[in-house]
């Protein structure tokens, strides 16, 4: 039997960056003890993620989206509620 595996094999992707920019991910890479190289993947691996699911698109029936609506328009309320609206302001002390 045959298995399919994803593509391991790292391709390469060339950037023109201005000197500036490359001295701060250089100095971001260090404190992370990262290479520039996986630095950068992994931010733009990151942003990629954020994109993608921010385009998420959820579909419900008129009944669910207005019950939805409902809950939202409701005043807040509960225990956990009450202790934080009695917790002490740290600006009032």
């Known amino acids: 039997m045959t298995k399919t595996t994803p593509e391991t094999h790292a391709k390469p992707v060339n950037l023109r960056i201005r000197e500036d920019v490359r001295v701060l991910i250089d100095r971001a890479a260090k404190i992370r003890g990262k290479t520039r190289s ?9 942003a990629a993620e954020d994109t993608l699911l921010d385009q998420a698109l959820v579909k419900v029936d008129p009944e669910s989206y207005q019950h939805y609506l409902d809950i939202l328009d409701e005043p807040p309320s509960g225990e956990g509620f009450a202790r934080l609206m009695n917790a002490p302001k740290p600006w009032q002390g």
């Open 38 to 46: 996986d630095f950068m993947i992994d931010a733009a691996y990151r």
